[in-house]
């Protein structure tokens, strides 16, 4: 079996498992083949639809966007999983937008988090805490205050 083959039999393998990304995918058969093999093998699974990037993501978004917010979700497809950001803004057309006050809800109850009885360290960690997941300041200050005021 010569390089090229072996190199399509991988891919195949590869994406039989789960959906990759094409930089995924590419990033997995460089460590054992030659660039133009690579790229080769690439081409031959994306003849057959084997592989898809807007698929992904639209996927991606749909699963991912059910526990994160948009923003944190769209960073990883970007700069974790290689989409490019003209694939991504059709995905993201593609999909629906997520009420993100219920995620941040979510988070409340699982942190225990009571505007009511919280401490004002306590309210500036909690904000903290839902930036660095991505969710928009405006969104966690709404929820925070209609929380406080139940």
Same mark, same amino acid.
């Given at each position: 079996m010569d390089e090229l083959t072996r190199a399509k039999h991988r891919a195949l393998?590869?994406?039989?498992?789960? &959906?990759?990304? /094409?930089?995924?995918?590419r990033t997995k058969l460089s460590r054992n083949y030659? +660039? /133009?093999?690579?790229?080769? #093998?690439?081409?031959?699974?994306?003849q057959y &639809?084997?592989?898809n990037d807007k698929r992904y993501a639209v996927n991606y978004l749909k699963s991912r966007c059910q526990i994160k917010s948009r923003r944190q979700v769209e960073q990883e497809l970007l700069y974790k999983k290689g989409i490019s950001r003209d694939i991504l803004e059709e #995905?993201? %057309?593609?999909? /629906? #937008? %997520? &009420?993100?006050s219920l995620l941040i809800?979510?988070?409340? /109850?699982?942190?225990?988090?009571? +505007?009511?009885? #919280?401490?004002?360290?306590?309210?500036?960690?909690?904000? %903290?805490f839902l930036m660095r997941r991505g969710f928009q300041s405006e969104d966690i200050l709404r929820e925070?205050?209609?929380r406080a005021f139940e």
């Open positions: 393998y590869i994406l039989e498992r789960c &959906d990759r990304t /094409e930089q995924e995918l030659e +660039p /133009e093999i690579v790229e080769e #093998a690439i081409c031959y699974v994306k &639809d084997y592989i #995905a993201c %057309q593609e999909t /629906e #937008a %997520q &009420d993100e809800r979510r988070w409340m /109850e699982k942190k225990h988090y009571s +505007p009511e009885t #919280a401490t004002q360290e306590e309210q500036r960690r909690f904000y %903290q925070m205050r209609s």
